[in-house]
């Protein structure tokens, strides 16, 4: 879950960066015009257990156990886990999980229709009184990334030891940021509410694919069809994924960064034909310098940026323009001024691109992650690979990307005297040299981009400042503000799955994302702040009760 490492500590940074960066002033008639305002409150009829769920100290050892409990559960997935039908054995862990799951939360499972889907996905249903209204879906991952064996003795506590430390009020463990926080924060809320008597009027589904880290081709793409086969093609109103939370702008500001779309994606895998032999009668160019002087030309021409004020995160930077006490008013002035000025829209984008913390969220990006060349220091090698990934930016499209890969192979082909073959079609003649073969091994436009204004976004919203001012902050005499805006994620999320069942797609956790803890997300030492993790299931409590109090008329 790097989208909450990059988008938390890149965009509070940035506002600093730029800040400190001396940039023309805009012109004096520039007119400012708030872009990012307070929501109204909404208060939710039934809140019979919030004060518990953030404040007593019963109720927080209880989570402990319970988070600490599915930590402990190693459910690792590779790159390239197999389809549970062919390989039953290699997740025996999320069978371990689902029994933890049955006996920690009761009533639930009790409660809620549970189906396995293709064996291993969870989808649960909490069938609504008003069976008309379309369901609210809430969806996270079971699945976690490995530890690197070289890396156990760097961890403080042991990777799957869900160990808790009151010192620092962190759990510890692989899982317990990215995301088993986030399931385990969907149960609890549920289950509070069916202890406390609650029914909700909408259904609501809790949804859990087992291989997101892979990508979600086995877990939550086959539950997001069975959704769709259920209540058809835009049939869910509202989805949160995964996702950053309220980031702290200065010391009484926060702002809810709310990502309503997410960039795009693709692999070209290009491999480097040519003439093998004996090392000591080489051509002038090998497969690998070939290569080489490709991967060159990609890296020192990188994709330029694309940036306008449709772009997601142009609201979490008004947000910051809006309501920092730390920003420079000219640095205000340019942000704000660039909705409604073309020269300070291109201004602002040169200066997001300028900036480290920020220009990956502006522009298609390319990594060269793998290479394969070569067998023995005397010998010629034969065929050089390597692969590309791109994450594809708001406004581009993978076919555009495809188009830069092919205009790089076609210089570096023509440039060398290779041939050329692009996705199986022949583009220059093979030579002696050899050729130059490109391929797509995966791809996926950028998503859809949810509303950010409307009932919805409101119902969020308004759901978020009632539970922060009122709840976490009032009872503590805490004067902080907290102001909602959209965001954009720079990595893919299951969510990418289920653009066909809703158009409103948001990824937030729903707490206070604290950036001790960003660095750990993938990495060694990761933990979640217990604090916040009340916050995340206080929210999703809140969350449901509002949709059935304020969003009757919502489809």
Known sequence: MTIIKQLSTALTLSTLVLGAAIYPRADESTSIKPACDKADALVPSFQNSIEKILFDSEYKDASIERLSGAVQIPTVVDDDPPNPQDDMGYYSNFTTLHTYLNETFPLLHKTLKVEFINTFGLLYTWEGADTSLKPMLFTAHQDVVPVNNNTIDDWTFPPFSGHYDNQTDSLWGRGSFDV??????????????????????????????????????????????????????????VMFDEGPGLVKLDNTTYIAAIPNAEKGYLDAVVTVNGVGGHS??????????????????????????????????????????????????????????????????NLLGQTLYNTELTKNYITTTQAVDIINGGVKANALPETTEFTVNHRVAYGSSVDETKQRIFNYANITATSFGYGLIVEGEQIINTTSLGYIRVDYTQFLEPSPVSASNGPTWDLLTGTIQNLFVNDVWGPQGLDNNVYSASAIVTTNTDSKHYWNVTDTIYRFIGAVTDPSILETVHSVDEHVIMDNHLQSVAFFYEFIVNTNDHGQDIE
């Open 180 to 237: 088993k926080n986030l399931m385990i924060a969907h149960m609890e809320a549920v289950e509070k509410l069916l202890e406390d008597g609650y029914q909700t009027d909408r259904t609501v589904l809790l949804s859990y694919g087992f291989d997101e880290e892979a990508g979600g081709t086995w877990g939550a793409k086959y539950i997001a069809n069975i959704i769709e086969e259920k209540y058809g093609q835009d049939g869910v109103m």
């Open 280 to 345: 000591s009668s080489p051509p002038a160019h090998t497969t690998i310098g070939v290569a080489a002087s490709m991967i060159t030309s990609l890296e020192d021409n990188p994709a330029l940026f694309d940036f306008n004020v449709q772009n997601p995160l142009y609201g979490f930077m008004t947000c910051a323009a809006e309501y920092s006490s730390l920003l420079p008013t000219s640095i205000k002035e340019m942000v704000l001024g660039a909705a409604t000025n073309e020269t300070l829209e």
